[in-house]
């Protein structure tokens, strides 16, 4: 956890929801226990200077990295809005951009396409990327982009809700997938 993470109250905010939760994409939840080689116990280890978990088995040699994930986040404009998504279990006030985790092997671009027809049935075409955002308290990288949809808006089972916000209204906030959305801002101005 940066400095800046426990200054800003409103990642402070997302960090104790995160903390709190007891969904399995909470990353405080995902720590290894067993070697997802050989099965055997995990342990605490330095490696090349680093603090990290290890298998104790030394003939299987398994390191933990942990290294981010990498999701792919869409800022999808539909007739002059921008259409914000709440996934199950968020606070009823909390909206983000339509987000994902990459298939094996699946480009950025093809996953990000993909994830907007599950989440929203809409047929989208890639108009650009906008940016790459680390998400330290997910331990992911964010990797925004801005496409453009077509048809009407069918709600995917893994969202509880959708919002559409007229472009000019349509405010940053200060973390994650907010910051995608502050530069596409300032990009159009
Ligand atoms: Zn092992």
């Not at 990642?11 to 226990?33: G, Q, V, Y």
């Not at 290890?54 to 299987?60: M, S």
């Not at 308290?137 to 009407?152: D, K, L, P, S, T």
């Amino acid at each position: 956890m940066t400095t800046s993470v426990i200054q800003n109250p409103e990642l402070k905010l997302i960090d104790e929801f995160l903390a709190r939760s007891s969904r399995p994409c909470s990353h405080r939840n995902m720590t290894f226990k067993f070697c997802p080689r050989c099965a055997h116990p995990l342990g605490d280890f330095i490696h090349n200077g680093e603090p990290r978990k290890g298998c104790t088995v030394e003939a299987c040699g398994f390191v933990h990295y942990d290294n981010p994930t990498p999701v792919v986040a869409a800022i999808v404009e539909l007739n002059a809005h921008v259409i914000l998504v709440q996934n199950h279990g968020w606070p009823t006030d909390w909206f983000g951009l339509v987000t994902g985790f990459l298939e094996s092997k699946e480009e950025p671009e093809a996953g990000v396409l993909r994830e907007v027809r599950e989440e929203l049935g809409l047929d989208a075409d890639l108009v650009g990327l906008v940016g790459v955002y680390g998400f330290d308290a997910m331990n992911q990288v964010i990797i925004a982009y801005h496409v453009r949809a077509q048809g009407h808006i069918q709600l995917g089972a893994e969202l509880a809700a959708y919002k559409a916000v007229p472009i000019h209204r349509l405010k940053p906030w200060p973390f994650a997938t907010g910051l995608a959305v502050r530069d596409w801002l300032a990009n159009r101005a």
